[in-house]
Every structure is written in C-alpha cells, then in structure tokens.
C-alpha cells in the first residue's frame, strides 16, 4: 500500500521561507498528481498546489508568485517551495497523490505537516 511522508513543516516568521517535501513508497504503478492541500483551523481543506506527470502546475490565487511545486518522477517525491511566508499560510499541510486504474482515479493523502507564520 502507497506510503507518504511529510517533510519540512514547522514555525516560521512572516516573510520568510520554507519547503515542505513528500516521498511515495511502496509505488507499483503511475503516479498521476502530486501535490499539497492545506487545512487552516475552522476552515475546509484546499488546494495549494498540485502537478500532473505533464504539467503545468496549478496555484491556489492565494499564493501564486510565492510558491513553486516540483516533482521527481523517478524518486516518486514532490516539494513546495514557499516564500514570503504570511500569517495566513498557517495551516496543516497534506501531500496528495493520485493515480488512475482501469475503472477509476485512487488517491493518496499524508498525515499532514503543521506550517505555523508567527513572529
């Protein structure tokens, strides 16, 4: 069964930076979209970033010009890179993955990494 595991999370000061990072394993098959969903407290779960095996990536408005997603294909791994941090931007944030079968797209979330802005 797909594995995910979070990296990078933790407390930042506003405008400053951070990378999260995300690693499938135990992966038998094609990857499809990896990526990074957010949940901030009182609020549902949304899209940050996520990025198809062809791309382009897509952006949340809310941080567009601040982040950047990027994968590796052949290391099954995915990072967002988030700069000019804001207060915000603290939220829980979940690796996605999914990957289409015969009869339908499956999808993958990771536990979560906390991403605290605070000065």
């Known amino acids: 069964q797909v594995q995910l595991v979070e990296s990078g999370g933790g407390l930042v000061q506003p405008g400053g930076s951070l990378r999260l990072s995300c690693a499938a394993s135990k992966v038998s098959f094609t990857i499809n979209t990896m990526g990074w969903y957010r949940q901030a407290p009182g609020k549902s779960r949304a899209l940050v970033a996520t990025?198809?095996?062809?791309?382009?990536?897509d952006y949340a408005d809310s941080v567009k010009g601040r982040v950047a997603i990027s994968r590796d294909n052949a290391k099954n791994t995915v990072s967002l890179y988030m700069n000019s941090l804001k207060s915000e931007d603290t939220a829980v944030y979940y690796c996605?993955?999914?990957?289409?079968?015969?009869?339908?797209?499956?999808?993958?979330w990771g536990q979560g990494t906390q991403v605290t802005v605070s000065s």
């Open positions: 990025l198809t095996r062809e791309g382009p990536p």
């Open positions: 996605y993955v999914d990957w289409k079968t015969a009869w339908a797209t499956i999808d993958k």
